[in-house]
């Protein structure tokens, strides 16, 4: 009994300290499909001070990558989006898991302190807190594996999310204009070239989580549904045609791209929800099987 | 588009001929200034403990390491940003004497008239670099008002041709974001127009 205990403990710290520098590779490193699309809009760019923006991101990426330091100095707070298996051997640490690595990774980086207990109003120093890292959890039939999705962006992109519940009559419209008007407001001062994720569900929160699942499928990846597709690519040209640029000053393109992710809806509603991911989009994917080996899906050639 | 290396101290006549859209990088004094920095002076009316007369503050709240015996170093700074700060610069401006305002996205009329009347420029850091900005800071010389936290005291640091700055608001008042704005709203009519005729999947 005490040996099991003993293993499970290690276990324990194993998983936590994997994360931790996960976490730590993902704050200086941005994944392979970001680098390759930013790359891809650098040499497209003819505007000659966004080509200098793109240079200076460049730069910055090489440097920090380098120095083994935070590529921006927001590290956000941390999200993280676990499809767990039933047989997990650790399913009933996990939570604790992935709180406890951020704790870690934010001396070891550091990370900035970005964690402001609510009503009391103090920052808690150790960039957890009360819900904090957020966890969104699905669980696996069969499988005893975990695939553990963190993102980390910061106050001025991501987490200021929107979301509005339209009437039917509004139509898909409605969801155009929702998300145009939105990327000319606030858009324009999230860091662009954005990844856009759109959610479309039957509410508020279900739109609102799609959105944010939307920002982890990867750069350039495309919607099954036939429509969903048509309406990223129309979304994503147009946007781009507004014509805001690397940061909000103007180039040729303002977008990595417009993701849509959705679920069902009631007759009577179409709640849509956008989340703006800005051009440092550090987000990250890593899998463990039972015996804790694990793979990283997201960055090539890096050991942790 | 034209490349400059502005020297601190400013003089009005090194911004005359410095246009919306230019180029610049800062060598000399940069002091971080945000929030409650310009809040205690305008609002407040507490002097700033430096003297930033043809300096340059930068909206920013950086990642210091304390090395100890007052030696700090800069670890990571990006701008945050700058519309927070409007309501105070135009006579933040006026009090201080500051000739150049390094922020992230635009600012308002306020800032357009500051700008204007006491030959100012703000300028934008391109967001989200913040280990290239730090490795710009060769020192930091001084730090005031520690009381308010890591964020918000004033770190007085002497830069290397810090950049690159890119002029949203010259001296005449014009102001970048503001002219795009208008183009960029008008575009996206015509965008939405053209979408909308395309997405009728409710029969
Ligand atoms: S929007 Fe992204 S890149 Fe820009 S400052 Fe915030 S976290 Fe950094």
Known sequence: MEKVQMNKKQEVEKMTDIISKFITLVSYKLPKDVETKLKELSAEETNPLAKIIYETMEENQKLASELKRPSCQDTGVLQYFVKCGDNFPLIGQLDNILKQSVYKSTKETPLRHNSVETFDEYNTGENIGNGSPSIFWEIEEDSDKVEIYTYMAGGGCTLPGTATVLMPGEGYEGVVKFVLDRMTTYGLNACPPLLVGVGIGTSVETAAMNSKKALMRPVGSKNTNENAAKMEKLLEDGINAIGLGPQGLKGSKSLMGVNVVNTARHPSTIGVAINTGCWSHRRGKITFDANLNYEIGTHEGVTL | ?203
């Not at chain 2, 205690?40 to 043809?54: A, F, S, T, W």
């Not at chain 2, 990642?63 to 700074?77: L, M």
């Not at chain 2, 927070?84 to 600012?107: L, P, S, Y």
């Not at chain 2, 850091?125 to 308010?148: C, M």
Request: charged letters at 30%; aromatic letters at 6%; one cysteine or more.
């Open chain 2, 1 to 203: 588009m034209r490349k400059k290396v502005l020297t601190t101290p400013i003089k009005d006549e090194d911004l005359k001929d410095i246009r919306t859209g230019d180029l610049i990088y800062l060598t000399g004094t940069l002091v971080t200034c945000r929030d409650v920095a310009h809040r205690r002076l305008i609002e407040k009316g507490v002097p700033l403990p430096v003297d930033l007369k043809g300096n340059a503050i930068f909206h920013a709240g950086p990642i210091v390491r304390d090395n100890g015996n007052e030696n700090y170093e800069i670890v990571s700074v990006g701008p945050t940003t700058s519309m927070r700060m409007e309501k105070f610069e135009k006579e933040f401006i006026a009090e201080t004497g500051v000739k150049v305002i390094v922020g992230k996205g635009g600012m308002g009329k306020n800032t357009e008239e500051g700008c204007r009347e006491h030959k100012a420029l703000h300028v934008v850091f391109p967001a989200g670099n913040a280990v290239l900005a730090a490795t710009k800071v060769e020192r930091i010389k001084e730090v005031h008002w520690k009381d308010l936290g890591m964020p918000e005291s004033l770190w007085v640091c002497e830069v290397k041709e810090f950049g690159p700055l890119i002029v949203s608001i010259d001296t005449e008042g014009s102001n970048v974001f503001e002219q795009n704005k208008v183009e960029f709203n008008k575009k996206k009519e015509e965008q939405y127009e053209l979408i909308s005729k395309q997405v009728g999947f409710i029969n």
